[in-house]
């Protein structure tokens, strides 16, 4: 019976999609369980309204792999931006899971003594999924359907790895810092470059889009400053390049929005001037004996241009 | 190559899946890593994985994640996919439906679904066919067995002929029928219908 009505189900399934009449003739076939198949097909018929479920529309029209921050986690100044790229706390996630079986696994070995581990959702050059992260983002920017979006994921991108520059500013983990530090300066140098892209096609879009990339990354530098004021002196050649970088990329954001296109060209093309080298005019260098006599022997003669031996005797 | 019936074509925006078609030219040049090719690939199939995997997981931003992740594998094994026998669709597919495993093996099953907000949908009202509304079907689709929620999908919801669901899901076509009528009447059970929508013979 049960075999019967499961091939009676399959035959009107099929009948259904060539028309009302075969459909018919099918449950005609079948008038034992016609009570039930047509049931069974109505509640079939019912379940074709889930088409209309879509995926929201950021989901839709945007490449598959933007990530997009909690908004709470970022700035209010950034929301604008990174409204407009969908995202996924998958890899937060999955950072949190790991990293709480860790801490499972840490508190079982330890007997229970209720050690806490406070755990980064984000992953640093340190985790294993470090590496799936910077996939991951290297997958977005490939997916970026145009300059201008490139541009915008980029930046979106090194925002994420500048939060982590403030973070590890403090840490003292020079290596982290430098590796973090890098991958910033390389996206803030994709929007760059893809800022010069769209500039090539429509300088109207550009200053628009540059506009909307100065806005993003204006107060890095303050923050920079003042979350990383007091640092080991190893980590201040990595923060430097940062606010290099960071100023440089304001710069030239700023110039695309705010000066004509030749004019800012003609700027760019003039070689940067470079200070001149002070002169050394040599100090005549006069041995007095009083001068001799107050310095200790084999001290040689000080003078601004260095340390001169003296003759012996 | 499967025939391709009319209602399958809508899924993917009207491209039809045959030896020369777009889709298939597009799934092609994406193997060679063609990224605009891929874009538009996950244009055309994003609505169809975002939907199936948010009717088996019955969570938005969940659905959303996961769907990020099956074209992330997607594009990872992009240079591996081989058309052959098995067309693009068929292939997110089974990356949706293997990704919704994992995600459930490596944490504990959803708790009892709640109502929410649905994704964007035709009808504002949520009120669909019969009385059912699209919030009814999900949660009693989430009380099906895993395998019932695969074949009532996959078979009316993206409409794939029983073959075809079998290769997905990795069983025959036999043992899709058996399944496809116990999904049914567990739905049909599930909405309480059974008495209203039986009809009289004429």
Redesign the interface.
Known sequence: MSRRIEEALAACLRAREEGPASLEHCLNQFPEQRAELDALLRTADSLRTLRQIRAPERLRHTPPLFAQPSPARLAPARHRLLRLLPSPALLRRRAVRVGLSAAAAFLLALGGLGYTVSISVDSTPNQPLYRVRLAWEGARVALASNPAQRAIVHLAIADRHFEQVSALCQSGDEQALAEVTAVYLQHLEGAKQALRQVEAENDAAAVSLAHRLRSDIGGNTFSLRRSCSRVPEAQREALARALAGTRNAMGLFLAVETLPRPEREALEAQPTPTPPRPTLVPTPIVIEPSNVASMPEGAGLKTEHGVFPLPDG | MYPV?P?RT??TGGLEETADDPLRQLAERAAQRD??A??QL??LH??Q???HI??KVGN??LA??????V??KA??AIDRFQWRDIPFHHWLLKTARNTVIDHFR??KPPPEPVPEE??????PEGV???G?T?DE??RAIQRLSSDQQDV??LR??E?LP?AEVGQIIGKSEAAV??I??RA??A??KQ?G??DS?????D
């Open positions: 019936e209602s809508a899924a990224t605009e891929f874009r996950y244009e994003a609505d994985i975002f939907r948010y009717l938005h931003d959303e994640d996961l769907t990020q992740t074209f992330l594009w990872e490596t944490r649905l994704p964007a949908a035709d009808d669909v066919l019969q059912v699209i079907l999900r009532i999908l009316f919801v409409e029983a029928r058996v496809q009528h049914l009447a739905l049909r909405l219908r059974e929508r039986s009809v009289a013979p």
